[in-house]
Nanobody, 117 residues
């Protein structure tokens, strides 16, 4: 059974930084694609950034230049470093995993990020 546990959300002022973490268990970590999505109130869930099993990354346009995704295979974790946060970055951020072996995707419970002065 796959488990994803996010941490690191919170309240930050505009221009500040946060680092989200997602710890994974239940599959061969290095064989999965993983990433972060977010959902703001009244909006659809959108891709923030993803890191594939080959190490390549992709991200939403809003994240380019501000957010960095990384993975640590030894710790079975991924991270999202968010800099220069804006009010519109306020959302629940979800960790995501796609298993190519089973062709199934999994979601964490979400962590709230609030950017406010």
């Amino acid at each position: 059974q796959v488990h994803l546990v996010e941490s690191g959300g919170g309240l930050v002022q505009p221009g500040g930084s946060l680092r989200l973490s997602c710890a994974h268990s239940g599959t061969v970590f290095s064989a999965n694609d993983m990433g972060w999505y977010r959902q703001a109130p009244g909006k659809q869930r959108e891709l923030v950034a993803a890191i594939l099993r080959d190490g390549s990354t992709n991200s939403g346009d809003f994240a380019k230049g501000r957010f960095t995704i990384s993975r640590d295979n030894a710790k079975k974790s991924i991270y999202l470093r968010m800099n220069s946060l804006k009010l519109e970055d306020t959302a629940v951020y979800y960790c995501w995993l796609y298993s190519r072996a089973t062709m199934r995707e999994y979601w964490g419970q979400g962590t709230q990020v609030t950017v406010s002065s």
